[in-house]
């Protein structure tokens, strides 16, 4: 499984501010009750549902909107949401203490792109599909996670989970188990690790950072 590939899904969001944007984010999704949130939101989940609000807003909007304001719609969200810095030690393994502080910081930038530039790609259309997140909470050792379906107007729904940890006091995304159980953070070491194994730190920096010009159209600078 090439994580790197682009998926079928894709998103947009819309000609506004993003201050403005994320307003609406919220406000559109709760009145369209486009999102189902079963039982009271707890801290645990409020991350997922905010995700998800920003996701259904961008992909509303579609493709009419350009890329790099989709991408700053995202942005702050996914910062949010996911510990992308721990995925991606984890994903890089012990070779990552090897590396210089230079490297390290380039490394974190770059996969931080690519991680919103492929959401920001793989959402940007809305067909009437939405985001249910499933009440209760499955505990896995001091992680816990968040069961969600993306459900089509027809068709069957995709299960989509969220291993979520305490990273500095707030609950953040550390993994995505497709159909509850395949990891993509599992999936990505393996490439990460085998880029890693032939070419080192720079030969990763430059697929990531290729990886995301082609996302992006060129659209980012």
Not at 25 to 46: E, F, K, M
Not at 116 to 139: A, C, H, K, M, W
Request: charged share 20%.
């Amino acid at each position: 499984m090439d994580v790197f590939d682009v998926g079928e899904c894709r998103s947009s969001a819309a000609s506004l501010d993003r201050r403005t944007l994320l307003r609406l984010a919220v406000l559109s999704i709760i009145a369209a009750s486009g999102l189902s949130r079963p039982g009271a939101a707890s801290v645990v989940t409020s991350p997922i549902e905010q995700f998800y609000a920003a996701l259904l807003q961008v992909m509303r909007a579609g493709k009419m909107a350009p890329f790099r304001q989709r991408y700053d719609v995202l942005a702050p969200v996914i910062d949010q949401t996911f510990d992308l810095e721990g995925i991606l030690k984890s994903s890089v393994g012990l070779r990552w203490g090897a590396l210089s502080s230079e490297e390290q910081l380039a490394l974190k930038n770059a996969f931080r792109r690519f991680t919103i530039s492929t959401y920001v790609s793989n959402f940007d259309s809305f067909s009437g599909q939405r985001f249910e997140i499933q009440p209760g909470l499955r505990p896995a050792g001091d992680d816990q996670i968040v069961q969600t379906r993306i459900v089509p107007v027809s068709g069957e729904a995709h299960v989509l989970d969220y291993v979520m940890r305490q990273v500095g006091g707030t609950w953040k995304v550390v993994d995505v188990l497709a159909d509850g159980s395949i990891s993509r953070v599992a999936a990505q070491r393996s490439e990460i690790r085998g880029i890693f194994a032939t070419g080192g730190g720079p030969a990763l920096l430059d697929r990531l950072q290729k990886k995301t010009a082609e996302l992006a159209g060129g659209q980012l600078p």
